[in-house]
């Protein structure tokens, strides 16, 4: 059995461990092993602990043979962004402001997916405070593609999507606050959920845009994420924005199928995809026709002003957000004279170039004289892309979309531009303005590059997502065996 | 020459009396060691998120209605400005819809002083300032202590529609009066549970213009308010005559000096680039719970003073001031709803029992109201003895009237103890009657140094002055 367990996904291996058929320590052995071969190429980790997890492991081994009832995750290594709070592991943004910074509590997820008695791997690099698109900001080191070294991961949960990829864990945690869950899944060939605003506890994630941020499972397989989900989903006192929907059955539900689903090809999210990936997208809405669902096209032009005004609400957030790194409590701290140098010297020192464009651009935009033309102005855009969803939602059940409107971009590529990366969240920013949920899911390949689609729904609609994520998995697996 | 009045509005900050802070549920406590009142939330850590206290929003609520105020559905915004003392560098509070807007506070004078806004805030920490000069700028080094981090704040700003130093304590004093009535506050100023800052300014009078205004922060007492206001006044006056102008600048009021000065060498513009609190969502409180919690209100200082004057309408506004307070009240209420007159109610509770209140024992109101009613009874000393005696007795009414000793007194017992003193003391007894008023204190002190418990003095000297007519006129 033991030669087998890179094979089992989340829930076989977790059942194997709760059987008593894998021990913990097998499982997570065997995830080590395979750290140890593709960690050194690919660099997905900023920290790692394999003494940790092998105890952590043999608690849940002590844990069965007591007799104890074990969680839904028993024995399932996980790694989690490194912009989630750990009390086992420094929590860094990937930003040297933070660098060493060892959190005095657990974020609520982590707490959870920890609760069901999954094994912490390590923490993984992202862009520097989630901001950008190909895990090149990280203020510590760039992570490859395994699917071509050369290239990035995406981002900026792209350490946690390479982790996925290369098998060096079973499932991860992302947060998605303009796609960094989806993009780097679709770059990465994995699936990522980003759920509706509030489905899951945002408490212990550090904030990037407040109003935006989500946390999401990311996974080599949907039915992995829907057992993530229904882990991490539910209502928490610690955030106050947390919704107190019950948890839907999400799992169970993967094989009911599509057949009544009415579903919308969004043509303007076509059009900015390069001919590969809208190809793609093509035969996933034919797929999706084939096994019964309603597919027609639909024009949402609105979805298309999304991309500027996130570039204004998300930095205007974050500006304040990351008021809070100066040098005073915690983390990295610059000379000065007085407590004001000392306070610039650690900011200016601490945060990467990208990090510092947004916090001006928000800083800039809710200014006296500026709020209204910009920050005011970008919610009005925000509304009216609520608005135009919701009327697509008023005649669809989801809607089809790229998840990105290019596969794994070289790295280096568009560093020099940042408005060409900030183009590569235009297909997943929209959902995360009108706070819906969207899964990305692979679907196909451009020589070898993996190519992600993305289907996005209404407001608690995770249950519909995965059911047509896990529909164009099964059929594309089949097509595979043909 | 001009005449001038001052143009001044307060504002008032107040923390609220919760049980937690505002944000998390460390302990709203004074006096902890520094930095144990603290958690993730309050010291705004990474990936921290406030959760609103239910209960601040409740006294809020409160003090708007008590200030008619437009109790409703509101928002908080973050206030980003760089300081060591507030650990997120933005401080949430409210800006464009406060949870209480407009409303007016009536002085006992009867001017009515309007009120823009009573608002949400959360407290900052505290900097304590070590060496050098131990001020912000010249100190070696600075402590910093975040129990006050997160504290919940009211701040109640009101029109400037106070025109002088005296107006401006009677605001201020009428206004703590109603925050401890609701509740709301402990109104103690020198823990800093109540901090006021002052924008003044003058103008000739008759002018309806608003000139520069200074702003005189936190004044810890209301002596030093008054000070601080009465020579920031004196000082715009005579810049204005010398040909000078008023810089818009904030000051702090100098205890030693008595004078305020400028609190920054350069002043700078802030901006503080106010936005919605994505974190929080908007408040938004139910008309029934809002009336639920009006219908609670007690009765404020001013309708106490309707009520009393109400009932005496020559009752001396000194007494009625005392009576009024938060810790007497009770007693008065007490009283006069068991029937006594209202008179004897307000003078004992005014005089006698003010002095006791603040560590009463077993004083409640309603032995305070037994006692009182023994003055139909008993004379107006001993009902006073009984009151001070009350504080540390544990029974009954009857069982405290038999352990101080007192039996009530007719007329004809009261000549017989008079009579007894003038026995043992024949010459002054002689002079006395034969018209020296002055030995009269002495015979007085020696009846109520023998029978004081039993009689009143206005009593002895009632019998001694009818036993020395009899003498007198044989």
């Known amino acids: ?482 | 020459m001009t005449q001038w009045e001052a143009v001044i509005g307060l504002e008032v900050h107040t923390e609220l009396k919760t049980a937690t802070k505002l944000f998390c549920g460390c302990p709203n406590a004074f006096g902890f060691e520094p930095n144990t009142s603290v958690c993730p939330v309050c010291l705004g850590l990474p990936g921290s998120l406030p959760v609103l206290n239910a209960k601040a929003v409740e006294l809020a609520i409160r003090v708007g209605s008590a200030l008619s105020s437009r109790v409703q559905a509101s928002q908080f915004h973050r206030k980003n400005y760089f300081y060591p003392d507030m650990p997120k560098d933005y401080q949430i509070s409210q800006y464009d819809v406060p949870v209480n807007a407009g409303g007016a506070v009536v002085l006992r004078s009867g001017k009515v002083v309007g009120i823009v806004r009573a608002h949400l805030e959360e407290d900052t920490g505290k900097l304590v300032h070590k060496g050098g000069d131990g001020r912000i700028g010249g100190a070696d080094y600075s402590l910093i202590d975040y129990n006050r981090s997160g504290v919940p704040l009211l701040e109640i700003v009101s029109e400037p529609d106070i025109s002088s130093a005296e107006e401006a304590k009677e605001y201020v004093s009428e206004l703590r009066a109603i925050l401890v009535a609701t509740g709301a506050s402990d109104g103690r100023m020198e823990e800093g549970s109540l901090r006021v800052d002052a924008n003044v300014s003058v103008r000739p009078v008759g002018s309806t213009e608003l000139r520069t205004r200074v702003e005189i922060k936190n004044v810890n007492s209301l002596r030093s308010l008054g000070r601080a206001i009465g020579y920031e006044v004196e000082r715009q006056i005579s810049e204005y005559e010398s040909g000078g102008s008023i810089l818009q600048q904030t000051r702090h009021f100098d205890e030693a000096s008595g004078k305020t000065l400028p609190l920054r060498a350069k002043e700078e513009a802030n901006d503080y680039r106010y936005f919605p609190e994505p974190d929080l969502p908007p408040i938004a409180p139910l008309q029934a719970e809002i009336d639920r919690i009006v219908g609670e209100l007690p009765l404020l200082p001013a309708g106490r003073r309707v009520r009393l004057f109400g009932l005496m309408p020559g009752a001396s506004s000194d007494q009625v001031e005392v009576a009024v307070t938060e810790e007497v009240w009770p007693y008065v209420v007490a009283g006069i709803e068991i029937g006594v007159a209202p008179e004897l109610v307000l003078a004992r509770a005014a005089n006698e029992l003010a002095a006791l209140v603040g560590n009463a024992g077993f004083l409640t109101p309603e032995r305070f109201a037994e006692v009182v009613a023994l003055e139909e009874r008993f004379s107006p000393s001993q009902v006073k003895l009984l009151l001070k005696e009350a504080v540390s007795f544990d029974g009954t009414v009857d069982e405290l009237v038999a352990k101080v000793g007192l039996s009530s007194s007719g007329a004809e017992d009261v000549r017989a103890m008079v009579g007894e003193v003038v026995e043992a003391n024949p010459e002054e007894w002689r002079r006395f009657v034969a018209g020296d008023a002055k030995v009269a204190g002495f015979l007085l002190g020696q009846v109520m140094r023998k029978f004081g418990k039993a009689i009143s003095g206005a009593q002895a000297k009632a019998a001694l002055e009818e036993l020395a007519r009899g003498a007198a006129g044989l």
């Open chain 1, 1 to 482: 059995m033991t030669d087998g367990i890179l094979t089992l996904d989340a829930g076989a291996l977790s059942a194997a461990v709760r059987s008593g058929e894998v021990t913990a320590v097998e499982a997570v052995e065997a995830y080590l092993a395979q750290v140890a071969v593709q960690e050194p190429e690919v660099d997905a980790f900023l920290s790692l602990d394999a003494d940790a997890a092998i105890a952590a492991a043999e608690a849940v081994d002590r844990a069965r043979a007591s007799g104890a009832a074990l969680g839904p995750l028993a024995g399932v290594p996980v790694a989690f962004k490194d912009n989630l709070c750990t009390t086992a592991f420094p929590t860094t943004a990937a930003s040297k402001i933070l660098e060493g910074w060892v959190p005095p509590y657990n974020a609520t997820v982590v707490d959870r997916v920890l609760a069901a008695g999954a094994i912490a791997i390590g923490k993984t690099n992202l862009d520097e405070f989630a901001m950008g698109s190909s895990t090149e900001n990280s203020g510590y080191k760039i992570t490859r593609n395994p699917h071509d070294l050369d290239r990035v991961p995406g981002g900026s949960s792209g350490g946690s999507a390479a982790v996925i990829a290369s098998r060096m864990a079973l499932l991860a945690l992302g947060s998605d606050t303009g796609g960094s869950i989806r993009q780097p899944a679709s770059l990465s060939g994995i699936v990522g959920l980003k759920p509706t605003y509030g489905r899951v506890s945002r408490y212990g994630l550090l904030a990037y845009a407040s109003s935006l941020d989500q946390i999401g499972p990311m996974a080599a397989t949907v039915k992995d994420a829907a057992l993530m989900a229904e882990v991490i989903f539910g209502h928490d006192p610690m955030d106050a924005t947390s919704l107190r929907a019950p948890i839907p059955a999400l799992v169970n539900a993967l094989m009911e199928g599509v057949t009544s689903f009415r579903v919308g090809l969004v043509s303007d999210l076509l059009e900015v995809a390069s001919p590969a990936v809208a190809s793609a997208v093509g035969r996933a809405a034919a797929t999706l026709a084939q096994l019964g669902a309603k597919v027609e096209t639909i024009s949402i032009p609105e979805l298309a002003l999304g991309l500027p005004a996130y570039y204004v609400v998300a930095p205007a957030e974050a500006s304040s957000n990351l008021a809070r790194y100066d040098g005073v409590r915690y983390g990295f701290r610059g000379n000065g004279e007085t407590a004001e140098e000392m306070m610039v010297a650690s900011r200016s020192e601490g945060f990467g170039d990208e990090v510092k464009r947004r916090i001006m651009l928000g800083t800039y935009a809710l200014s006296a004289g500026y709020y209204d033309a910009f920050y005011l102005r970008a919610q009005r855009v925000r509304s009216l892309v609520r608005t135009a969803f919701q009327e697509a939602y008023s005649r669809f059940d989801l809607l089809l979309s790229p998840t990105s409107p290019t596969t794994a971009f070289k790295i280096g590529e568009r560093s020099e531009d940042p408005v060409e990366m900030y183009r590569s969240d235009v297909c997943t920013i929209p959902s995360n303005l009108s706070g819906d949920p969207a899964i990305s899911v692979p679907f196909g390949d451009e020589d070898g590059l993996p190519i992600g689609v993305q289907l996005m729904g209404p407001a608690l609609s995770e249950e519909r997502l995965l059911r047509a994520a896990f529909a164009l998995e099964s059929a594309r697996a089949e097509e595979g065996e043909r």
